[in-house]
């Protein structure tokens, strides 16, 4: 005969375990280390002009080297990548690129800023890249973090600053190279 209040213990235990792997999986993914990168084969400069529209993508084509190891010499890769302004929500805007391949298995991925499709994407308030393949999505406002869906971590980010009239990106984290 099962008795009550051993069903309820175990119901409370599973769901507090679902939560927190829930939780420890968003954690995992918001924590990989961003500080490495390597530089691009060259410097790519995008006019500053065009990307004077908030949430306007210029898409971009950048090269860099992965690095020799012992199993696997050093090989060339390319990546693509968009540059565009983003407005935070207390007005300030700034400057992101991100490379547009979803790291989960290599899909591209694309801007989302339609209001009525964001709404119905978890009811998202900023504009978001969704991947075309398993539907993970991706903040925009915040530098391509993981919001939702299969993928292991962000979008890979690449370095950009402003250098007179263009935008130069310089390089691109070390991860993206060898995944992409």
Known sequence: MARPGINIVRRTFL????????????ALAQSVDVSGYAPLSRPVRVPLDSVATPWRTVPFTAEATSVATAEAPARRVVLKGVLYRKTMEDGASGLSALCVTCPHELCPV??????????????????????G????????????EWVSGVAYRGLFRFRVSAAGTDAEITHIEEEALSVV
Do not use: I, N, W, Y
Request: charged residues 35%; hydrophobic residues 35%; glycine residues 8%.
């Open 15 to 26: 769901g507090f375990s679902l939560v927190l792997v829930g939780v420890g999986r968003r």
């Open 110 to 131: 694309d801007l989302v800023t339609d209001p009525q499709r964001l709404a119905r994407m978890d009811d998202a308030k900023s504009p978001l890249f969704e991947c």
């Open 133 to 144: 393949c398993h539907f993970s999505k991706f903040d925009a406002r915040e530098d391509g």
